[in-house]
C-alpha cells in the first residue's frame, strides 16, 4: 500500500524552515505496512495544493495532507481538497457549537472568520483536536475507479501527531488488512560505518524478511530492524534472531540493544556498579557535561565536571600540575591524564575522565595538527590515554571526542 | 520565477532521513529573486522520479533535480529524466576519460557499473564535480512551448552544494533579469515572540517592498529582511531604513544587527572591554559553556567553568557554603549567587556566572516546581540573580535557562 503525504504551508517552502511531522507520519505508516512512495511540499495556494491532491491521488492509495486547517485566509487545504476530489464543502452545525463553546472558555469574540474551520467536506469523518480548534477530516472513497483513503489534520506538530494516532491509526488499521510489527533498535559506538556494515550486511542480507536501516552519525552507528508479518511472535522472532547474530558480530562495540542512547548506559553501568563520575573538559568545553545530564536522574551517578579552556584552570579546579602543562603542552597524554586523575582525585569520583585537544579551525601544528584529541579515564586502579585524529569542523571533532569519551568510559566499566 | 526542487533517494522516504539540501537552495534562489513554489520527495523508482519531472515540469519554470546520480542501480535520475524529456541519453567519452583517470589516481580498478555516470543527456551541458565522481547536467529546453531550466546535481551535501553555487547560480543569473539582493538578519534575546511581533508588525508590514521572516527558538528571535531590487543600492537602502526602524523599536533586546549568535555577541563584548568569563552550571549542566566554547576563539575570554550537580561540589569547585546549601536549598537564589561569586573569586575571572534550578522531570515540589530556575551574574561592582519559571520538556528548561544566562551577561556587558 503507497501513501503520500502532503505538506501543506508556504513557511516550508522558505529557507527557514521544514516539515518534520512527516518523519513522524512515515515511522508510523510503515508500522503498518504503508510504504511512503512520495512527499509534496505546497505553498497556500489552493491551486497548487488541488493540484497536488491530485497528483497524488494518481500515484498513491494514502493521501496524508498536514496543515492549512486554520482560521486565516491562507487556510486552504479544505477548499482545495473539495475542488481537486470534485465534491461539496458544507458548514457544520455541530463544529460552529463547537467553536463558539471554545471561544467562551477562552473568554473571547470569535471572529467570523473563524468558522472557516466548521466547514467539513462531503462524506467526511469529523476528527476531534483536542489540542487546537481546527477538526481533522477523514474521507473513504473512490478516484478514477480506485479506494483512496485522504485524511486531512492539522500542521502544528502536537496537535498533527495526536490526531494521526488517537483517529487516523485505527481507521488506517481498520481498512488495511492485518499485520503485526516487531521493532528493535541495536547501537554501536566508534565502529566506522564501512566496518559495521562489512560486519553486518552478510548476516542482515539473508533476512530478507526483515528490514534493516543503518544509520551513522559521529561515532555513533544505529540498526534498526523492523519486521511485518499477521503473527506477532513470528515478527518478534525474527527480529530478535537477526538481533543476535549481530549482537555477536558487533562484539563490544554494540552499547544498546533496545535502542538506549550511548549516555544512558553509560549511567546505567554507573548505577549498576554504583559508581561515580566526574569530568574535565578542555577542548569539549562542556559537551560531555551536557550530553550526561541531558538524561534524567543523572545526578545519582554524575557528580559534575570543570570545564578547563585555560591552563590555569586546568591547575585551579583539575589540579594538573603547571609544570607538567609547561613540558608537555596542554595537548599532550600527560595532561589529558593529569585531568583525569586530578578531577577523581579532587571530587572523589570513581571515575575521572580528562580530554584536551585542538578543535580548531585555528591552534593547528605541524606535530599536533587540528582534530588531534587526547582521552584518559582513570580509575582507583589505572589511568589509560587514547590518541585520536578527528577529521572535519569545530562541531564534530567535538562532538566525535565526546561520543570517544563516553564509549571509553562504557568500555571501563563493561 | 516558480522553482520546483525534486530530492531523489528512497533513504529520504523513511522516517530517519530528512532533505536538507533544499533549505540552501531556497536560500539562494531567493536571492535571484525565484519562488520555490513545490518540493517533492521521491524515492529511487525510475517510474517514480520520471512522473514528478513530468509533473514538476507542468507547475514550475525551473526544475532542481538533486541525486540519484551515483554509478549504482539506484543511482536513476539520469534515466529518469531523459524519459521525462523523451530526449536521448549517450555515454561521453571525455566523462568515460575522466572516471578512468580518477580511478587511476585513486589506485583502484574502476567497476563497470560506474560508467554509467558518463551518461549525457541529450543537448546537456556537463556540470564538473571537484568533490566527487558524478559530474551533473544544465538543460535549457522548451516543453510544451515553454521555456524550462533543468539541472541535475549530486545529492551529498558538499557535492550539491558546491555545484550549485559554481555552476547552476552563474547559468541562472545569465537566464533571468537582472536583479539585485540585500538582507540584513536582526536577532533578540528573550522578548515573547507575541511582544516581537506587535513591536515589529506595524513597521514592517509598511516596508511591502521588503520581504520579513521571524523565526523563533527557545529565547532567540531572528528578522531576516530581504530585499530584490534593480539596483543594489537602492535594495541595500530599503533594507538598512527598515533595520534602523526595528533596531528602535527592540530596544535592548536587540543583540546583533549582522546576524551574530548570542555567545558570539558576548564574546565580542567581552573582548572588547577586555574582561573574561566563569560560569558554575547546575541544572544547565554544561550547556553554557558548550555554546561558548562552540565558537572558534573563546579561549581568548572564557576561562572555563564548573559543572556542580551535586552539592559537594558546589562547595568543591565553586567555593559556596555548605551551611547555605543546606538553610536554602540548593535551588535557590542565594546558592545561584554565591556560584556566581565563587566561580568568579576562585578564577579571577571579571564576571562570574551561577545556575541552579530544576530541569525536571522529576525533582519538582509545590514550592519548587519543575522549570524554576535561578541565574545568577557577578562581577567586581555587584551580583544580580533573576528568578524565571521556564516551562516545556527537560531539554527546553535547560535550553531557555542557557540562553537566558547568555542575555544577563550580555546586558551586564552592554
Known sequence: MKAEIIAVGSEMLT????????????????EIGVTVAFKTIVGDRKKDIAGAIKTALGRADIVALMGGLGP??????REAAAAALAIGLRRDASQVAALHARAATWRITMPENNLKQADILDGAAILPNPNGSAPGQWIDTTYSGYRKLIF?????????????????MPRLRAALPVRYIAKRTLKAAMIPESQADKLAAPIYTTFTDVETTILAKTGDIQLTLLCTKTSLEE????????????????????????????EQTVLDYLGFRNATLAVAESCTGGMIAQRITAVSGSSRSFLGGAVVYSNEMKTLLAGVDHELIERHGAVSQEVARALAEGIRQRTGSTIGVGVTGIAGPTG??????????????????????????????RDRIREWATTQALDLIRRRLM
Chains 1, 2 share one sequence.
Do not use: H
Open 152 to 168: 486531512l489534520i492539522p500542521g502544528p506538530p502536537n496537535e498533527c501527531c495526536a490526531m494521526f494516532d488517537a483517529e487516523c
Open 235 to 262: 515478527a518478534q522472532r525474527r527480529v530478535d534472531e537477526l538481533a543476535n547474530k549481530l549482537e555477536e558480530v558487533l562484539e563490544e562495540w554494540l552499547y544498546s540493544s533496545e535502542g538506549e542512547s550511548l
Open 72 to 77: 486565516t485566509e491562507d487556510d486552504l487545504t
Open 15 to 30: 529557507p527557514f524552515r521544514q516539515d518534520s511531522n512527516s518523519l513522524y507520519l512515515t515511522e508510523k505508516l510503515n
Open 364 to 393: 593547528g601544528t605541524e606535530t599536533k595538527p587540528i582534530g588531534l584529541v587526547y582521552i584518559a579515564v582513570s580509575d582507583a586502579q589505572k589511568t589509560d590515554c587514547l590518541e585520536r585524529n578527528f577529521r572535519g569542523a
